[in-house]
């Protein structure tokens, strides 16, 4: 069965840190886009980062630039999201996806004092 699975979500202070792990079942990541994304209560769901199959630099959203940042493990099958300097707006369900082909279910951070 093809399928991503999320994980290491939960409640953070504001200035605190997490790491989401997305862990792929069913096919082979290695030539595989993948990306996080998050979608905050009455919003839209958004990109917050994506790490190319082989090559070329990952991308970042604006708001997450220097306080985020997206690996691959390919032989684990792993994509990861360490999470630095969580603010408040940062609170969402993130969503591991790749491209193409499969979502995850998501994982709830919320980010409160």
């Known amino acids: 069965q093809v399928q991503l699975v999320e994980s290491g979500g939960g409640l953070v202070q504001p200035g605190g840190s997490l790491r989401l792990s997305c862990v792929a079942s069913?096919?082979?990541?290695?030539?595989?886009?993948m990306s996080w994304y998050r979608q905050a209560p009455g919003k839209e769901r958004e990109l917050v980062a994506s790490?190319?199959?082989?090559?070329?630099?990952?991308k970042y959203a604006d708001s997450v630039k220097g306080r985020f940042t997206i690996s691959r493990d390919n032989v684990k099958k792993t994509v990861y999201l360490q999470m630095n300097s969580l603010k408040p707006e940062d609170t969402a369900v993130y969503y591991c996806k790749a491209e193409g082909r499969v979502w995850g279910q998501g994982t709830q951070v919320t980010v409160s004092s």
């Open positions: 790490i190319p199959s082989a090559g070329g630099s990952s």
């Open positions: 069913g096919f082979i990541i290695r030539s595989v886009t």
